[in-house]
């Protein structure tokens, strides 16, 4: 499978798992990276993630799709406790925070759904859509990483 089609796959996983009501958007990146990666951690791992949704338990702050992205991106290249960090995952959660920034003018939940009523089929499909940009990013930086990408292509044969 070739790598738009890699991405686009994941893009449309995650959004229909938020748009059917299965994760909101923290958990649907999670879930999604999590079986895109080939399940290096057990499927419980998306409750790490369900603090997240509506800009961190409602609160309307950082974007939950956002925070989902960053903690995926944990799933790949985070440390265990000993380890050193990873040259990359700073510089990828930062360009994830900017990407979603210079694309939406914002990460924070609040600003990202001012222009809708927050119940409306309006405001989910936007949610849906930063959800499934998210995802797509991050499937996008794994399959950069020569590593990874030879591990992810195992699991789309």
């Not at 229909?16 to 079986?35: D, K, L, M």
């Amino acid at each position: 499978m070739d790598k738009q089609k890699v991405i686009e796959v994941v893009r449309q996983k995650a959004e229909r798992y938020f748009q059917r009501g299965e994760f909101y958007c923290s958990e649907a990146v999670v879930h999604t990276i999590n079986e895109l990666l080939g399940w290096p951690y057990p499927e419980e791992v998306v409750k790490m993630a369900s603090a997240f949704p509506i800009g961190l338990g409602k609160s309307g702050c950082l974007c939950g799709a956002v925070s989902g992205g960053a903690m995926a991106l944990g799933m790949a290249f985070g440390r265990k406790h000993g380890e050193p960090m990873n040259e990359k995952m700073f510089p990828l959660s930062a360009a994830l925070h900017d990407y979603i920034k210079k694309l939406y003018k914002s990460t924070c939940c609040r600003v990202l759904v001012k222009d809708y009523e927050f119940t409306s089929s309006e405001r989910k499909a936007h949610c849906v859509k930063i959800t499934g940009e998210v995802a797509a990013w991050i499937a996008e930086r794994l399959l950069e990483d020569p590593e990874i990408a030879s591990k992810i292509e195992n699991v789309f044969k």
